[in-house]
């Protein structure tokens, strides 16, 4: 028997649309990119996060001025109510994702955790 599994995963993609969880995330979404200063201050706040993340994996160590410009949009961040209440409702919905990922993942779990019982 040939299972198709990609047909599975876009169905649980259409399925992940109408749940409460990503229509919170949609909303709030949506609400943050129809506010340009709320979405030019959303998209300087996603560079720097990728900016830390990449200067932690070269195990660099920030500039006094970058860190002074990264406390500064992450206290705008924090005063925006449309970019707050999106990373919100973003953390609600990784939470589902995270859980829908070991319950496809668990085979996997299991057959590990065998090996270390046995």
Same mark, same amino acid.
Do not use: C, R
């Given at each position: =028997?040939? !299972?198709?599994?990609?047909?599975?995963?876009?169905?649980?993609?259409?399925?992940?649309?109408?749940?409460?969880?990503?229509?919170? /995330?949609?909303? $709030?979404?949506? $609400? !943050?990119?129809?506010?340009?200063?709320?979405?030019?201050?959303?998209?300087?706040?996603?560079?720097?996060?990728? @900016?830390? #993340?990449? =200067?932690?994996?070269? #195990?660099? @160590?920030?500039?006094?001025? #970058?860190?002074?410009? /990264?406390?500064?949009? $992450?206290?705008? !961040?924090?005063?925006?109510?449309?970019?707050?209440?999106?990373?919100?409702?973003?953390?609600?919905?990784?939470?589902?994702?995270?859980?829908?990922?070991?319950?496809?993942?668990?085979?996997?779990?299991?057959?590990?955790?065998? !090996?270390?019982? $046995?």
């Amino acid at each position: =028997m040939s !299972v198709n599994i990609y047909d599975n995963a876009n169905e649980m993609a259409n399925v992940l649309k109408e749940t409460e969880q990503y229509q919170s /995330w949609k909303t $709030a979404f949506d $609400a !943050v990119q129809g506010d340009e200063a709320a979405k030019d201050l959303f998209k300087q706040f996603q560079t720097i996060q990728m @900016t830390v #993340q990449q =200067m932690m994996q070269a #195990q660099q @160590t920030p500039t006094p001025e #970058q860190e002074k410009e /990264w406390d500064a949009v $992450a206290k705008d !961040v924090q005063a925006n109510d449309k970019i707050k209440s999106l990373m919100a409702a973003e953390q609600v919905l990784n939470t589902l994702l995270g859980e829908i990922n070991d319950i496809v993942t668990k085979p996997v779990s299991e057959s590990y955790a065998a !090996v270390h019982k $046995a």
